[in-house]
């Protein structure tokens, strides 16, 4: 495929203004630690908003997607659509607190809420298995999406992609810091969204589909449309519907959608002015995240069934591509092949640029852990802050090599996602109650990491998970896996809970002073320090079940804007309006819970 002299300049202006902005703040990101990781904590939510959803727009999500729609429908984007209600429940609940934690990473809570030699180990380690190993697996799938574009769009080598776009990413991430990673976000989220936009317009409407009334009746993409699954699919629901609702969004851990709060959202958080920026900043990324941002890729995805109906059309148009990247994903790069001049140049420059944002996102993040975490904990903890920026912007570039080989090894987006969401699967109730309920413990999160990953591992490894899990043959409906693995979890993390010892009195009662989160599940505590002559609890009041009611408004919000969009481009106007309605009348009462609990943005 060749691009025009118009295709060039888009992309050299895009690279040019992105290698700017990191030079350009370098001087300023290098003079200390804060600055690097978290731009001083002065940060407004707008700018931290775009951020995160910049962030979260990589070039393995279109294709995540259309690996999604051509498998299981558009309904099947509720394995991720689910975790809207973490989200919400960080906006109104936990958002405030991480602020008011004013710690560098959220692994430093550790040793915040917990004490002792178990809380010591749990941060370093936590530093190791989500700074480099799980971010090393994240990155290396955005990666490998960024190869599957490169080989059908401009018949690059996988070496040549990694090479290319790594070398400039982990550069501007290097010198810029946390706050080069902001500024440049804000490039890159509008960059990014006019090509997905463009890109879904002009491929809906090119001669081979035929504009959106031919695609929605077309008979291979007639069974596609449901926003909700086939509820007479019992196999179908479960896996696709109930489990993601009822299981999933609050029991895993997957990165950026941590229950509770976590990772490089987290990190934004903490970045903000206060807390209300905290609060706005989370609640305008789920929004964008939600409802405006998945439908350009999406109509991609269905208008791809169209023109490749299967893998074998793919592989027959692009004989070049290795047979083990072959995968319904790569529907979304061929796809763009048919972009005009021009469009072109914008589609690369926006797919380079949701590269560029999430890796440099997750390079800035991962090294936080690294040299908070590890690095000034374990190896030297008289590091100067000249040591460690030097540190961060060397593990900077270890993580990005490493990231860059695995991704030579891997075939699939989804296989990935899935790889990632058991592994998590049973601790994310931990992350949620260990604000609110004083008895949770070091050991509790312990166990509960281990016992996931080694069940996980154990499932995906060995005969056990065919002889539990077999379609045909297993003792239970291969459905049930994750659902197993977070009971199996969530009992063992809760054994060792109630057997271990809860963390000190000392330990205890700092959290509440600093963090004042309130409610029944830390009574005890208060009550005690009381008893003792200590006042630890300011009298503010408990606003949990205010922040509840304001998730659920904010949940139907957010899906009836979803839903009313794609109604509307499936042209069922009677729909699309009630579901406008709605949102209207939930916005309405959103606002009036928000006012009551006191919260104001600007």
Not at 77 to 87: D, E, Q, R, S
Not at 167 to 182: C, E
Not at 343 to 356: D, K, N, Q, T
Not at 546 to 562: D, E, K, N, P, R
Request: aromatic share 14%; hydrophobic share 50%.
């Amino acid at each position: 495929m060749e691009l025009s002299t118009l295709d060039y300049s888009f992309i050299i202006v895009f690279f040019s203004i992105v290698l700017g902005i990191g030079v350009f703040v370098s001087k300023k990101s290098g003079k200390d630690s804060t600055e690097f990781f978290l731009s001083g904590r002065t940060m407004p939510w707008w700018l931290l908003g775009l951020s995160m959803v910049a962030t979260t727009f990589s070039t393995d999500t279109p294709n995540l997607v259309t690996d999604i729609v051509r498998t299981n429908g558009v309904s099947g984007n509720w394995v991720w659509w689910a975790f809207l209600l973490t989200g919400l429940l960080t906006v109104f609940i936990y958002a405030k607190l991480w602020r008011r934690s004013n710690v560098n990473t959220d692994l430093e809570f550790y040793e915040m809420r917990y004490g002792g030699k178990a809380a010591s180990f749990l941060r370093k380690f936590r530093a190791i298995y989500l700074g480099a190993l799980f971010n090393i697996i994240t990155m290396a799938s955005v990666t490998l999406a960024a190869i599957k574009i490169g080989g059908i769009m401009l018949g690059l080598e996988p070496w040549e992609t990694v090479v290319g776009a790594g070398l400039i990413t982990v550069t501007f991430s290097a010198l810029g810091g946390f706050k080069g990673v902001v500024y440049t976000d804000f490039v890159l989220f509008f960059v990014a969204m006019s090509g997905a936009i463009g890109a879904a317009y002009y491929l809906v409407n090119i001669p081979e589909v035929g504009g959106i009334q031919a695609l929605i009746n077309h008979e291979n993409v007639k069974g596609k449309l449901d926003i909700l699954p086939d509820f007479n699919s019992k196999n179908t629901l479960v896996m696709l519907f109930v489990i993601p609702l009822a299981v999933q969004w609050w029991s895993s851990w997957y990165p950026g959608s941590e229950p509770g709060g976590g990772g490089y959202i987290a990190q934004r958080m903490l970045a903000a002015k206060d807390e209300n920026h905290a609060i706005g900043a989370t609640f305008f990324y789920n929004i964008m995240h939600y409802a405006l941002r998945p439908w350009p890729w999406i109509l991609v995805a269905l208008a791809s069934l169209i023109v490749y109906p299967d893998i074998a059309s793919i592989q027959e148009a692009f004989p070049n591509i290795a047979e083990s990247k072959l995968g319904q994903d790569l529907a979304y790069s061929a796809m763009l092949t048919k972009l005009p001049s021009g469009l072109l140049g914008v589609v690369l420059a926006s797919l380079v640029a949701a590269y560029m944002s999430t890796i440099s996102t997750q390079l800035n993040w991962g090294s936080s852990y690294i040299v908070f975490d590890f690095y000034k904990q374990q190896v030297n903890p008289q590091a100067t802050e000249k040591q460690m920026v030097a540190v961060g912007r060397i593990s900077t570039v270890v993580l990005m090599v490493l990231s860059a080989v695995l991704a030579l090894a891997l075939e699939n987006a989804l296989q990935i996602f899935d790889i990632l969401l058991t592994f998590g699967a049973g601790t994310g109730l931990i992350f949620i109650l260990r604000w609110f309920w004083w008895r949770i413990n070091a050991w509790s999160e312990i166990t509960a990491m281990f016992a996931s990953g080694i069940l996980s591992i154990l499932l995906k490894t060995t005969s056990l998970g065919t002889f539990l899990f077999d379609i045909d043959t297993g003792v239970f409906p291969n459905w049930a896996e994750y659902p197993f693995v977070v009971v199996v979890t969530s009992a063992i993390w809760l054994t060792a809970t109630f057997i271990t010892q809860p963390e000190s009195t000392q330990v205890l009662r700092s959290f509440y002073k600093r963090i004042q989160p309130g409610g029944p599940g830390w009574s005890k505590v208060v009550n005690e320090a009381e008893a003792d002559g200590e006042m630890i609890d300011k009298g503010e009041k408990w606003s949990v079940p205010q922040g509840i009611t304001a998730m659920l408004l904010g949940c139907v919000l957010i899906y009836s804007i979803m839903f009313a969009t794609g109604y509307w481009i499936y042209g069922r106007t009677t729909s699309a309006m009630v579901l406008s309605g709605i949102a209207i009348v939930a916005a309405i009462l959103l606002i009036k819970a928000w006012n009551k609990m006191k919260t104001n943005i600007l």
